[in-house]
């Protein structure tokens, strides 16, 4: 175990240094192992891909989505180069902060609040809301809010992603507490099962950011991290904040 542990810490050197030496002729280069959150990759990744491509030809990222909590543990161990995860994350790291997302609230066509133009947060108090799983930093948000809005949180369904709470939520199971990215990506306006409804006053944001081991020497995540926020601006300006780098 420690001849393989030696052997990762100088495989992860020697590539840092080609990737730091590679940069003024071709931009990135080497692989890089990337590890994204399902609630961010699937809704986000596609539009940086191409931009990253089309700025860095040589460089090849390996994606791999996981939950937030399986993605530190990976970090941790060397399976990751970097990760895409909503903030605070655990462990020896450095974080950089891309963008802030607000948390959006979706019913079932049926509820009492769909189509309604702004609920007031009063009318929360004793709503049942649906959430992940732990291993999920998103569910401990969603469980803040709940207590500031003397709503109830759901524990004995758990969802597993963001498509089964959302698939719940038109059952008619509960309150859904759903990012802004995937409900633009995957509820639209004439969704026949839930309907997006407004909350009264300042809206929930959550912190999401490009992580690596603290020990990380090459430019690689600060690059990656500005071609991210370069689609956040051109591509969701109006649904995402940006963070200054």
């Known amino acids: 175990r420690e001849v393989h542990d030696r052997a990762r810490a100088i495989l992860e050197a020697a590539q840092s240094l080609v990737n730091r030496f590679d940069v003024p002729r071709t931009g990135l280069s080497g692989t890089i192992r990337f590890g994204a959150s399902g609630t961010l990759g699937p809704y986000l990744l596609p539009h940086v891909i191409a931009r990253l491509h089309a700025r860095h030809p040589d460089l090849q990222?390996?994606?791999?989505?996981?939950?937030?909590?399986?993605?530190?543990?990976?970090?941790?161990?060397?399976?990751?180069?970097?990760?895409?995860?909503?903030?605070?994350?655990?462990?020896?790291?450095?974080?950089?902060?891309?963008?802030?997302?607000?948390?959006?609230?979706?019913?079932?066509?049926?509820?009492?609040?769909?189509?309604?133009?702004?609920?007031?947060?009063?009318e929360m108090r004793g709503q049942t809301v649906l959430a992940l799983g732990p291993a999920f930093a998103l569910r401990q948000q969603v469980a803040d809010l709940c207590e500031t809005l003397g709503a109830r949180m759901r524990t004995d369904y758990e969802g597993t992603s963001l498509d089964a709470i959302r698939l719940m939520a038109g059952m008619g199971m509960g309150i859904a507490v759903l990012p802004a990215l995937y409900v633009r990506s995957e509820v639209g306006p004439d969704d026949r099962d839930v309907a997006v409804?407004?909350?009264e006053g300042p809206r929930t944001l959550r912190s999401v950011g490009l992580v690596t081991r603290a020990d990380t020497t090459d430019d690689a995540a600060p690059r990656i991290a500005r071609v991210i926020q370069s689609v956040v601006r051109d591509v969701f300006a109006g649904t995402l904040v940006v963070e200054p780098l």
Do not use: K, W
Request: proline share 9%; no cysteine.
């Open 61 to 122: 990222l390996f994606i791999r989505e996981a939950t937030p909590e399986a993605l530190a543990t990976g970090l941790a161990r060397g399976d990751f180069d970097m990760i895409l995860v909503q903030l605070p994350a655990r462990g020896d790291v450095a974080p950089i902060r891309l963008f802030r997302e607000p948390l959006e609230i979706v019913v079932a066509r049926d509820h009492p609040f769909a189509g309604r133009s702004r609920i007031p947060r009063e």
């Open 197 to 199: 409804v407004s909350l």
